[in-house]
T-cell receptor, first 113, second 111 residues
């Protein structure tokens, strides 16, 4: 199906474990983003990517790693998960630049015990 | 820190009434956008207004932007129960490299 898909939709893990959240888009959009959504904080940008092999930090990058070897994929890795990383993570893409209209995935709800 | 702040945080109205949500921001922007989020779902883009525009319409939506006051409003006319959702404003910074979201307004439209 066309669009932007995230997996897994739900994940429970333990403190210290590595977790990777996947994001795939079929539009060939240049820009891709990872946001986290927490009560009281709205959505905060973690990392974004302007193109394959180009990534940059957002507002809250600490504890996260991203890569973009292919235009369509933008995985987000928590190398050593902490409880403060319990959140809903949203991947988004844009064909209009980093401040253009965003197309969001359905989100990945991560719980770190 | 959030660039945009929505007001009110929550709004409850009857079907058929108009709903107005406001967004204030702190620094200069190149555009302002509004998104809707249904419970448990991703955000959906509604409308984008550029910094040199003052008003924009899309169906039942009307957005205004006052750059002198650093504020925007979203008006939904003749609301429907299906409009029940959270609404977020997002501002694009002048460096052109980041879209920053506010905390959102939760709208409930009662049938």
């Amino acid at each position: 199906d066309a669009g932007i898909t995230q997996s897994p939709r739900y994940k429970i893990t333990e403190t210290g474990r590595q977790v990777t959240l996947m994001c795939h888009q079929t539009w060939s959009h240049s820009y891709m983003f990872w946001y986290r959504q927490d009560l009281g904080h709205g959505l905060r940008l973690i990392y974004y990517s302007a193109a394959a092999d180009i990534t940059d930090k957002g507002e809250v990058p600490d504890g996260y790693v991203v890569s973009r070897s292919k235009t369509e994929n933008f995985p987000l890795t928590l190398e050593s998960a902490t409880r403060s990383q319990t959140s809903v993570y949203f991947c988004a893409s844009s064909g209009q630049g980093s401040t253009g209209e965003l197309f969001f995935g359905e989100g990945s709800r991560l719980t770190v015990l | 820190s959030q660039q945009g702040e929505e007001d009110p945080q929550a709004l409850s109205i009857q079907e058929g009434e108009n709903a107005t949500m406001n967004c204030s921001y702190k620094t200069s922007i190149n555009n302002l956008q509004w998104y809707r989020q249904n419970s448990g779902r991703g955000l959906v883009h509604l409308i984008l207004i550029r910094s040199n525009e003052r008003e924009k319409h899309s169906g039942r939506l009307r957005v205004t932007l006052d750059t002198s006051k650093k504020s925007s409003s979203l008006l939904i006319t003749a609301s429907r129960a299906a409009d029940t959702a959270s609404y977020f404003c997002a501002t694009g910074n002048n460096a052109g490299n980041m879209l920053t979201f506010g905390g959102g307004t939760r709208l409930m439209v009662k049938p």
